[in-house]
């Protein structure tokens, strides 16, 4: 078997995959067709560019999505090191200044001589050994329609969306205020601040504010449940939103002191602190819209939108047919898939399946045994999860504690939320630990 692979896609998986092959020191064509052709979300022709928002969740191990981050690290992940030498201040998650990231991730690649970039778009599966692809969720359709091919099955589809992004200078902080939920980290975040009748009048034009018209080909896609528009989430109730992105509970003015009736938080967006995106605001209203509903949020009449939130339907897999939890394919030894593609939804999970193709392309390319990660760890218990073969309705999933190998525990631990979830991060930790020890 020749030391070379193709990798298929220069996003998050993609990047990640590439740098654990050339690490190994296999000799690496990375393909990404952008700028040559775009995908309607990216913005720029980097590399592992952040599309939606800036955070990768948070950095606590007793979280589902703090623990695969430590998991990264510990496997020698690439990215996550660049994410966290990137990170901006967001209380206790990850939120990383996204040009800054790419444009690392982007340096690191060129200037590796054993990844050789093809600004190219690939229309089909290649016939050569050892690929993975990690297109991602906008895959191009001329390849989107040779993986329905090989696959012989139909694409599942689901929407995503972006929130938009303002300009610090822009906010009114005479009614605006900096804190962080429950005063945990740094007081990082913009909260705006609503009381019932400035709810009320925000919440009654959301629900009829005018939307972007979907496209034929998307009318049979589906929303997926942790990034749903925030106009989806307000038509289930008036109060969705006072219990969801917009909850007031641990934030408050030190100014009054006073408990609002609903918060509007911005997370910062770069390095620099100029840009704040608006959490939770995913959308697929017309911008004439969002700027009228943006100027209805008590500190941003007058806000400058730097970039309006829009949506887009992602492409998908059916991996539990498809893959092993190698992410190996069943029906082709030296094909292997990697990121949002596969059905796991989310910048962490994505690079973590980078990681995970990689490292095994690259034990297959070395003639080793590829390694199956323990249902212990979160990893493995998300890859496990996504290649499930009785799972005949599959959808993409976030890494989550319900999908890790339970552990017998005193009732009064099951109760207790924090702890049981540190007996099971410390588990997965030991239990990687060992793993890798044994695995070379």
């Not at 606590?60 to 030498?85: Q, R, V």
């Not at 975040?189 to 018209?213: G, H, Q, S, T, V």
Request: proline share 4%; glycine share 6%.
């Amino acid at each position: 078997m020749k030391n070379k692979a193709t990798v298929i896609g220069a996003g998050l998986a993609g990047a990640e995959a590439a740098l654990q092959l050339a690490q190994r020191g296999i000799q690496v064509d990375l393909y990404e067709m952008r700028p040559e052709k775009t995908t309607g979300a990216h913005k720029t022709d980097k590399y592992a560019e952040f599309v939606c928002s800036n955070s990768m969740g948070s950095l606590d191990i007793t979280n589902a999505s703090g623990l695969l981050k430590k998991e990264m690290e510990i496997l020698g992940g690439k990215l996550i090191k660049i994410a966290l030498e990137n990170s901006v201040p967001a209380g206790n998650a990850l939120a990383i200044d996204r040009e800054g990231f790419s444009e690392k991730v982007t340096e690191l690649i060129n200037n590796n001589p054993n990844i050789n970039v093809i600004k190219k778009e690939i229309t089909e599966i290649p016939a050569d050994e050892n690929i993975i692809i990690a297109s991602g969720p906008l895959t191009s359709t001329p390849l989107a329609d040779s993986i329905k091919e090989f696959t012989q099955s139909e694409h599942l589809h689901f929407f995503d969306a972006i929130a938009p992004i303002i300009e610090k200078e822009s906010i009114n902080f005479d009614k605006a205020f900096y804190a962080s939920r429950y005063n945990k980290g740094e007081a990082s975040y913009i909260n705006c601040p609503m009381n019932k009748e400035e709810y009320e009048k925000f919440y009654n034009f959301l629900i009829n504010a005018p939307r972007i018209e979907l496209k034929e080909f998307e009318q049979d896609a589906k929303f997926f449940e942790s990034c749903l528009p925030v106009e989806v989430l307000a038509s289930r109730g008036v109060d969705t939103l006072r219990f969801g992105p917009m909850k007031p509970v641990g934030l408050v003015d030190d100014r009054t002191g006073e408990k609002n009736y609903a918060v509007v938080q911005l997370r910062q967006d770069n390095s620099a602190k100029t840009l704040y995106n608006i959490v939770g605001f995913q959308t697929n209203l017309k911008w004439g819209a969002q700027k009228e509903l943006i100027s209805l949020i008590p500190g941003l009449e007058n806000a400058n939108i730097m970039r309006y939130g829009v949506m887009h339907r992602n492409t998908f897999i059916n991996s539990p047919r498809i893959l092993n939890p190698t992410l190996q394919t069943r029906n082709r030894k030296d094909l292997f898939f990697a990121g949002q593609i596969t059905g796991t939804e989310g910048y962490t999970e994505s690079i973590a399946s980078g990681l995970l193709a990689g490292i095994n392309l690259a034990r297959l390319i070395k003639q080793e045994n590829l390694i199956t990660l323990p249902a212990e760890t979160m990893l493995g218990a998300l890859m496990n999860y996504i290649t499930n073969p009785e799972h005949d309705k599959f959808q993409p999933i976030n890494s989550n504690w319900a999908i890790v190998k339970e552990i017998e525990l005193p009732k009064q631990i099951r109760k207790n939320k924090k702890e049981k979830n540190t007996i099971l991060a410390n588990r997965s930790i030991e239990t990687l630990e060992k793993f890798i020890k044994e695995n070379s």
